[in-house]
């Protein structure tokens, strides 16, 4: 770290810290007395053992509701509590592309800890609306069915809603692969610990690996480690949004880290509202979500998963989420269950600014080519059984004549990444074969 970023910190750190004691610990809470304590401080608690660090999340007569930012194996009564007097800060700078970090910033790849970096706050407001530049110019992903059919804008945010086992994790590697994003930042939230080496080596490889940084909290951290890696992963990206740098930020899964804050939420005292959620879980969402897109500068073009059990995509996450974001890409089950790779669902997939990113040509040829599918899709039993009598429906003997072609235009192995420019000239010579 440089003088002047040693000069900073040192600038805003209190002289005299606040100590207070542990009177208490419920399920995942600390009750703690700490004298001037704020809700979003971050305390040390002199444990047997190493310290713990931890942060506040609320107040009960009189006492406060602190959150463990690790294993509360060692906490006991009376306990030394320290404040920070601050927040949760992580350090972002250049020196983090290709390295892998925990759910607070931490670096867990065994490698010796970056240089010349930058403190920036965990948790900040969303820029102003007003002070976003509108969504003007199309990223590419790679993905031909995205990048054609639900073309993608630079600032935008769009979700990815899947079920568990369909290929989601490969699709995002493909497009931190495939991207023309500057920077890729990744949080994989809930992940079982198997899948972050697969992730790594097999979805994101070498060369994603190069120009991204990692956030990762598996299922076993702490729930506010698990809420955290999300944020710091935006913190990440807006750093280098500031930078004027084009930022690619997935997020595996939004859904975790709403099932992280209902953790939080229902162990400091709040009621459950729309199943099981309380209610700081859809305050969280709007102020998580927002935060990427467009700057003064650079920008943030994001995609969040979203897990959607049993096909629902109308449960309580999902919707909320669908309401928030610029656009949703779905996968299917079935789809996947046809060997069909990527799974997305052109049909139900939409993309709110593609009609002010791509030509008009390109606008009305997705169109064309989304009609053929669906109506085909409509007809797909009647025509495997034979029962569909050729001449009955035009349109729909030019989707039956064409559709080999989009079938190999839908599907994409998962290590080739497809140029924009021939995605589009793809499309629009298979949408005048519709016509």
């Given at each position: 770290?440089?003088?002047?970023?040693?000069?900073?910190?040192?600038?805003?750190?209190?002289?005299?810290?606040?100590?207070?004691?542990?009177?208490?610990?419920?399920?995942?809470?600390?009750?703690?007395?700490?004298?001037?304590?704020?809700?979003?401080?971050?305390?040390?608690?002199?444990?047997?053992?190493?310290?713990?660090?931890?942060e506040v999340v609320g107040f009960v007569?009189?006492?406060?509701?602190?959150?463990?930012?690790?294993?509360?194996?060692?906490?006991?009564?009376?306990?030394?509590?320290?404040?920070?007097?601050?927040?949760?800060e992580v350090a972002a700078g250049d020196?983090?592309?290709?390295?892998?970090?925990?759910?607070?910033?931490?670096?867990?790849?065994?490698?010796?800890?970056?240089?010349?970096?930058?403190?920036?706050?965990?948790?900040?407001?969303?820029?102003?609306?007003?002070?976003?530049?509108?969504?003007?110019?199309?990223?590419?992903?790679?993905?031909?069915?995205?990048?054609?059919?639900?073309?993608?804008?630079?600032?935008?945010?769009?979700?990815?809603?899947?079920?568990?086992?369909?290929?989601?994790?490969?699709?995002?590697?493909?497009?931190?692969?495939?991207?023309?994003?500057?920077?890729?930042?990744?949080?994989?939230?809930?992940?079982?610990?198997?899948?972050?080496?697969?992730?790594?080596?097999?979805?994101?490889?070498?060369?994603?690996?190069?120009?991204?940084?990692?956030?990762?909290?598996?299922?076993?951290?702490?729930?506010?480690?698990?809420?955290?890696?999300?944020?710091?992963?935006?913190?990440?990206?807006?750093?280098?949004?500031?930078?004027?740098?084009?930022?690619?930020?997935?997020?595996?899964?939004?859904?975790?880290?709403?099932?992280?804050?209902?953790?939080?939420?229902?162990a400091a005292g709040e009621p459950p509202?729309?199943?099981?959620?309380?209610?700081?879980?859809?305050?969280?969402?709007?102020?998580?979500?927002?935060?990427?897109?467009?700057?003064?500068?650079?920008?943030?073009?994001?995609?969040?998963?979203?897990?959607?059990?049993?096909?629902?995509?109308?449960?309580?996450?999902?919707?909320?989420?669908?309401?928030?974001?610029?656009?949703?890409?779905?996968?299917?089950?079935?789809?996947?269950?046809?060997?069909?790779?990527?799974?997305?669902?052109?049909?139900?997939?939409?993309?709110?600014?593609?009609?002010?990113?791509?030509?008009?040509?390109?606008?009305?040829?997705?169109?064309?080519?989304?009609?053929?599918?669906?109506?085909?899709?409509?007809?797909?039993?009647?025509?495997?059984?034979?029962?569909?009598?050729?001449?009955?429906?035009?349109?729909?003997?030019?989707?039956?004549?064409?559709?080999?072609?989009?079938?190999?235009?839908?599907?994409?192995?998962?290590?080739?990444?497809?140029?924009?420019?021939?995605?589009?000239?793809?499309?629009?010579?298979?949408?005048?074969?519709?016509?």
């Amino acid at each position: 770290m440089d003088i002047d970023s040693l000069r900073a910190r040192l600038a805003g750190t209190a002289t005299l810290r606040p100590v207070g004691k542990v009177v208490g610990v419920t399920g995942l809470m600390l009750r703690v007395t700490l004298p001037g304590a704020r809700v979003g401080d971050v305390l040390i608690v002199h444990r047997r053992g190493e310290p713990l660090s931890a942060e506040v999340v609320g107040f009960v007569a009189g006492e406060a509701l602190v959150v463990p930012l690790g294993d509360l194996a060692g906490v006991g009564p009376d306990d030394l509590v320290e404040s920070t007097g601050s927040g949760l800060e992580v350090a972002a700078g250049d020196a983090l592309l290709g390295r892998v970090l925990d759910g607070l910033g931490r670096p867990i790849d065994g490698r010796p800890a970056p240089t010349g970096l930058k403190w920036v706050p965990v948790d900040r407001p969303p820029p102003p609306a007003l002070g976003r530049r509108p969504v003007d110019t199309a990223v590419a992903t790679g993905v031909r069915v995205i990048d054609g059919l639900t073309t993608l804008g630079v600032g935008q945010r769009v979700g990815l809603f899947a079920g568990s086992g369909v290929g989601k994790s490969m699709l995002l590697g493909a497009i931190a692969r495939g991207t023309s994003a500057d920077v890729v930042v990744v949080a994989l939230v809930g992940e079982r610990g198997r899948e972050v080496s697969e992730f790594l080596e097999r979805a994101l490889g070498v060369a994603g690996r190069e120009r991204s940084v990692v956030v990762v909290a598996t299922s076993d951290a702490p729930p506010v480690e698990r809420l955290r890696a999300a944020q710091v992963a935006t913190a990440i990206a807006e750093y280098f949004r500031d930078q004027s740098k084009n930022v690619m930020l997935l997020v595996d899964s939004v859904t975790r880290v709403a099932r992280a804050q209902r953790e939080i939420g229902l162990a400091a005292g709040e009621p459950p509202a729309r199943r099981g959620y309380p209610p700081s879980v859809f305050a969280l969402l709007p102020r998580l979500l927002e935060r990427s897109g467009q700057g003064e500068s650079g920008a943030i073009t994001a995609i969040y998963t979203v897990l959607v059990e049993g096909g629902d995509m109308d449960e309580p996450i999902a919707d909320e989420v669908r309401g928030i974001l610029d656009g949703h890409i779905v996968l299917e089950r079935q789809i996947a269950g046809r060997g069909h790779y990527p799974a997305v669902d052109p049909v139900s997939s939409l993309s709110r600014v593609m009609d002010h990113v791509v030509s008009p040509a390109q606008v009305q040829a997705a169109r064309r080519v989304r009609s053929a599918l669906a109506l085909y899709e409509q007809k797909r039993d009647l025509i495997a059984l034979g029962a569909y009598e050729k001449g009955s429906d035009e349109r729909l003997d030019r989707a039956i004549q064409a559709m080999p072609e989009l079938e190999r235009f839908l599907c994409q192995d998962a290590l080739h990444s497809e140029p924009l420019d021939r995605t589009r000239s793809e499309l629009l010579r298979l949408a005048q074969k519709l016509a």
